[in-house]
């Protein structure tokens, strides 16, 4: 099992920016593809971003799309998340996932086959 630590979010004005990161520890995730999924209050959980075990090939959805960029040092164990242009419908805490046991890519895209959490993140965007 792997431990996910996410840190990085705070409050911060529409049209800021704020850089989340996810350190992993207990074992390696470079060989593993890693995600970023959301949870507003009263909604569910939600992927936004995912990126290869290599950092190669990245996913986003509609909703961050030319936002956010996700990418990871696999030297160091950890995955970012760079947020930009934020918007009040952005807040949310915001959950690092690893996929351990392998997953097709649509699987992934969907949200589904990632079996280790951090605890998140809360990030407030202000108006």
């Known amino acids: 099992q792997v431990l996910l630590v996410e840190s990085g979010g705070g409050l911060v004005q529409a049209g800021g920016s704020l850089r989340l990161s996810c350190a992993a520890s207990g074992r390696a995730v470079s060989s593993t593809p890693m995600g970023w999924f959301r949870q507003a209050p009263g909604k569910e959980r939600t992927l936004i971003a995912v990126?290869?075990?290599?950092?190669?090939?990245?996913y986003y959805t509609d909703s961050v799309k030319g936002r956010f960029t996700i990418s990871r040092d696999n030297a160091k164990n950890a995955v970012y998340l760079q947020m930009s242009s934020l918007k009040p419908e952005d807040t949310a805490t915001y959950y690092c996932?690893?996929?351990?046991?392998?997953?097709?890519?649509?699987?992934?895209?969907?949200?589904?086959?990632?079996?280790?959490w951090g605890q998140g993140t809360q990030v407030t965007v202000s108006s």
């Open positions: 996932a690893a996929n351990l046991r392998g997953g097709s890519c649509t699987s992934l895209k969907q949200g589904l086959g990632y079996d280790s």
């Open positions: 990126i290869s075990w290599s950092g190669g090939t990245t």
